[in-house]
Structures are given as C-alpha cells and as structure tokens.
C-alpha cells in the first residue's frame, strides 16, 4: 500500500517548545513538501525538497526548520520562533518538482 | 500578492445540479492547473487536472475549463452527489511549484 503518512494526526505543545512532525512516503518520489493551512487561507509552502540532502525555503519558512537525510523522511521543526505555529500542517510527495502533488492525512499542532 | 484566487469562500448547490466552482489566476506562466478535493481533517487529494494548452479536460462527472485570455478556470461537477461536499482548491504550477487558491466550501444539499 504506497502513500504518505504523517503522524501524529493531533499534537498539543506548550509555548516555547520545538516540535518535530513526521512525513514519510513509500511512493519512491523524489519531491516533497510542507504547507501550512490555516482557516480560510489556502495553502502555503513552507519548505520544498527536490532531492536527498537539499531543500529549499517556500513563502513562509521562518521558524521552522527541515531536513531531507532520507528520500522516504521529510520531518519538519516548528521552532519556538515561530510566532503562530498553532495549524493543520500537511506534507506531500510529487514523482518530481512540479507535478501531482501526493498529501498526507496531515497533522494538526496545537500550541498553548 | 495572491496569483490564484477563489473569491467564493463557500458554495451551496442541490443535489443533482450543477456544481460550477470558479478560479482565476495572474500569472500568465503559470502551465498547468489542477484541482484538490479536501475533507475536513485529511488531506487534499487530487481530483482532475489541465494544461494550459487546452480549454477543457473532462473525467467523468468532473470538467476543467481553462479560459486563458480571461486567466480563469472553473471545475463543473454533474450531478452533484452528497459526497461531492468538501473543500475544493485550485493551484496552478509556475517555476516549477505549485500554488493554491483559498478554496471554496462546496455543500451539496438534499
């Protein structure tokens, strides 16, 4: 069963606190990405990666942080400088930069 | 600065009808446009898509207009079915990214 998972569906955090949220895929794609939802906005890039070990910043990467050490792993770290980090953030996977972008169930951090 | 727009925040439509949602957009560049279909607390999951090179792709119950002069694109659901009830968003692909429009809240009543 290929797809992306993201887990945990539901994380609460106290203020000043990093966070780590998880992304894995097993569609062997080589892109993945992070966005940000919030109520009645659409979604925002936060950070993008075309390939192992490089990504990039999106429109609103300050106060997170990533990684991509793995091609199936893009963890993404809500800092403490993140000034509203409260949101459903969901991680997606495309076989390229570009094309059908493949989203996780999402992960929804709530931070008090 | 928002390329991709959805100026209707929700949509309500009976079932069995048409449901058309509309979506415009700035950058001439952008080449190639998709539309996501999202239920609360999941994620979007792709619905139909259409390049720049054509005014229409159709799958089933689901139609992509593209009106590049106008720099619009609409999505035309019929029949509309109870299940069709989500949040819908555009994106269209420039410089190899994708970006989103705000989305509208479709509501297929009874």
């Known amino acids: 069963d290929g797809g992306i998972t993201q887990s945990p569906k539901y994380l609460f955090r106290k203020e000043g606190q990093n966070v780590t949220l998880s992304c894995e895929q097993n569609l062997n794609h080589d892109a993945m990405y992070w966005y940000r939802q919030d109520p009645g906005q659409g979604l925002r890039l936060i950070y993008y990666?075309?390939?192992?070990?490089?990504?990039q910043k999106g429109d609103i990467a300050e106060g997170y942080s990533v990684s991509r050490e793995k091609k199936e792993s893009f963890p993404l770290t809500v800092t403490s400088a993140q000034k509203n980090p409260t949101a459903f953030y969901l991680c997606a996977s495309s076989i390229a930069q570009g094309y059908e972008q493949y989203f996780g169930p999402g992960t929804r951090l709530t931070v008090t | 600065d928002q390329q991709v727009k959805q100026n209707s925040p929700s949509l309500s439509v009976q079932e069995g009808r048409i449901s058309i949602l509309n979506c415009d957009y700035t950058n001439s560049m952008f080449d190639y446009f998709l539309w996501y279909k999202k239920y609360p607390a999941e994620g979007p999951t792709f619905l139909i898509s259409?390049?720049?090179?054509?005014d229409k792709n159709e799958d089933g119950r689901f139609t992509v207009f593209l009106n590049k002069s106008a720099k619009h694109l609409s999505l035309h659901i019929v029949p509309s079915q109870p299940g069709d009830s989500a949040v819908y968003f555009c994106a269209a692909r420039g410089a190899q990214k994708l970006v989103f429009g705000q989305g509208t809240r479709l509501t297929i009543n009874p």
């Open positions: 259409i390049s720049s090179i054509k």
């Open positions: 990666s075309q390939i192992v070990n490089d990504f």
